[in-house]
């Protein structure tokens, strides 16, 4: 059976933001949709492989990162600065150490001011990371390691660490980690939009065309005219996605970083880590 015209179900700013892309959210059953707004878990649509496929995440950039910044801390501690931030010291180190992909070190190496979470915001994220996944605990301005940081940190990694560290990566860490335009909204929508990457992201797509099939805009980000709902997505959900081994971009070295040719697609571990038991309401083929 045909499915519907979308400019029969759906209010008119909304047809006109989608163009002609016909949303993956759009063939959930609104019982999906609610329960796409809930964090992994046994009650959840949404579930996190706990087969071969949590070591090759466990391999992923991510944790490895995660191990530079556990290692610095050691057994002495990591000193913060008054704000409960990573010192200059050690993000200039953790530069030289860690691994992002999709994300530009050498543009933070060309900024003159002093270097602070604000310009390296991937390592603020890892900070938040190691302390809400409990790898890490503060006490009096200093990080210390927790007995599932030191296990990590010795690579003996269970795959409830796994699981946790994914679950706080997407669901936990505040919207505004990796963008200062990070609004709370997309964070209820995060398992929506990986079923959408699930169902569009076997091709190559632009972050512009991912938007419009994962993402559903609350009506006040229809006619934003800086994009932050696709800024929102590179940053907050495509970016780290390819530092935990479930996406990668593709697009030519010449291309930059913003380019509207920046393109994303979904990794094989993407389907072999992420598993999806929803109910549809129709079968659509979502065009390339």
């Not at 530069?95 to 390296?120: C, G, H, Q, V």
């Not at 890892?126 to 940081?149: F, M, N, T, Y």
Request: aromatic content about 8%; glycine content about 4%; some cysteine.
């Amino acid at each position: 059976m045909a499915a519907r015209q979308i400019s029969e179900i759906l209010p008119q700013e909304l047809v006109d933001w989608l163009g002609d892309v016909y949303p993956a959210w759009l063939i959930l059953s609104p019982d999906a949709v609610q329960g796409l707004k809930r964090p992994p878990s046994r009650q959840s649509p949404l579930s996190l492989s706990e087969g071969p496929a949590v070591q090759e995440v466990a391999n992923a950039a991510a944790f490895k990162n995660l191990k530079v910044l556990l290692g610095l801390i050691g057994n002495q501690g990591l000193i913060l600065d008054a704000d409960g931030h990573l010192t200059e010291d050690c993000l200039n180190t953790l530069m030289d150490a860690t691994d992002w992909p999709n994300y530009s070190i050498d543009d933070l190496r060309m900024i003159k001011s002093p270097m602070s979470e604000d310009f390296f915001r991937a390592a603020r994220f890892l900070r938040e990371v190691a302390i809400r996944a409990r790898l890490v605990r503060c006490s009096d301005q200093k990080l210390v390691l927790s007995q599932a940081g030191r296990e990590l940190l010795a690579n003996e990694v269970s795959v409830q660490t796994v699981h946790d560290v994914f679950e706080t990566a997407f669901w936990h860490v505040p919207s505004n980690t990796l963008s200062a335009l990070g609004m709370d909204w997309i964070m209820e929508q995060v398992a929506i939009i990986l079923w959408g990457l699930s169902i569009a992201g076997d091709v190559p797509r632009t972050v512009r065309a991912m938007t419009r099939y994962c993402v559903i805009p609350p009506s006040e980000i229809l006619e934003d005219p800086f994009n932050r709902t696709e800024i929102m997505l590179r940053t907050n959900i495509l970016m780290p996605l390819s530092w935990f081994g479930l996406v990668k971009r593709t697009y030519s070295d010449r291309t930059e970083m913003t380019s509207p040719d920046l393109q994303f697609q979904k990794t094989s571990l993407f389907d072999r880590f992420l598993h999806f038991d929803v109910e549809t309401s129709k079968h659509v083929e979502i065009r390339n």
